[in-house]
């Protein structure tokens, strides 16, 4: 059964404080593995999809990387409006569904 | 452009009762879903279509509908409510295609059950 599981669940960080958010997974063939970015009381919004292991995405502070087994999701000198739960989610072969983790709660203090 | 838009975005529910949370997206996407949001549990997948007439189970399926006539609209029916389907019910679309995950979420539709 396809799993993923995220870590820390809540992460607390002044702000330019770099860290990485983990996202563990097992999955039957990988098709894909997403991130997404979720405000209070907001729809989750996708940030990034990573195929392959060795494969890196960046967007402003945010870089997401990937291995056979776990993604990380950095976060390099964060400002306070990174605040956000952050989601990931994988998709194996022969389905069309993605299964979500439970997700971290980023909160960054100025 | 308006996305994917869910309505209503808070309902209260007795138990027992029946009612329709309404999906409808405008970017021709093949796929639709919906998925419940608990705390400490994620997102968790009820029902899913992959076109007009197909539908099929997520993970969480029981007490819940669908039916898919249209492209556009994607309802979930709440059959007879129960206090354990007190959630935040998120609807979400994407095109249908291999590598594709980017799923366009709606705002949402809070749902309390008494």
């Known amino acids: 059964e396809d799993q993923v599981t995220q870590s820390p669940e809540a992460l607390r960080l002044q702000e330019g404080e770099s860290s990485s958010l983990n996202c563990s997974y097992t999955v039957s063939g990988l098709r894909g593995l997403f991130w997404y970015r979720q405000d209070p009381g907001k729809g989750p919004e996708f940030l990034f999809t990573?195929?392959?292991a060795g494969e890196e995405k960046e967007k402003e502070r945010l870089k997401a990387t990937l291995t056979k087994k776990e993604s990380f999701l950095h976060i390099t000198a964060p400002k306070p409006e990174d605040s956000a739960t952050y989601l990931c989610?994988?998709?194996?072969?022969?389905?069309?569904?993605?299964?979500f983790g439970t997700g971290t709660r980023l909160q960054v203090f100025p | 452009n308006a996305g994917v838009t869910q309505t209503p975005k808070f309902q209260v529910l007795k138990t027992g009762q029946s009612m329709t949370l309404q999906c409808a997206q405008d970017m021709n996407h093949e796929y639709m879903s919906w998925y419940r949001q608990d705390p400490g549990m994620g997102l968790r997948l009820i029902h899913y279509s992959v076109g007009a007439g197909i539908t099929d189970q997520g993970e969480v399926p029981n007490g819940y509908n669908v039916s898919r006539s249209t492209t556009e609209d994607f309802p979930l029916r709440l059959l007879s409510a129960a206090p354990s389907q007190t959630s935040v019910y998120f609807c979400?679309?994407?095109?249908?295609?291999?590598?594709?995950?980017?799923?366009?979420f709606g705002e949402g539709s809070r749902l309390t059950v008494l």
């Open positions: 990573l195929y392959s």
């Open positions: 979400a679309s994407r095109p249908r295609g291999a590598g594709t995950g980017e799923l366009f």
């Open positions: 989610a994988v998709r194996g072969y022969n389905t069309d569904k993605l299964i």
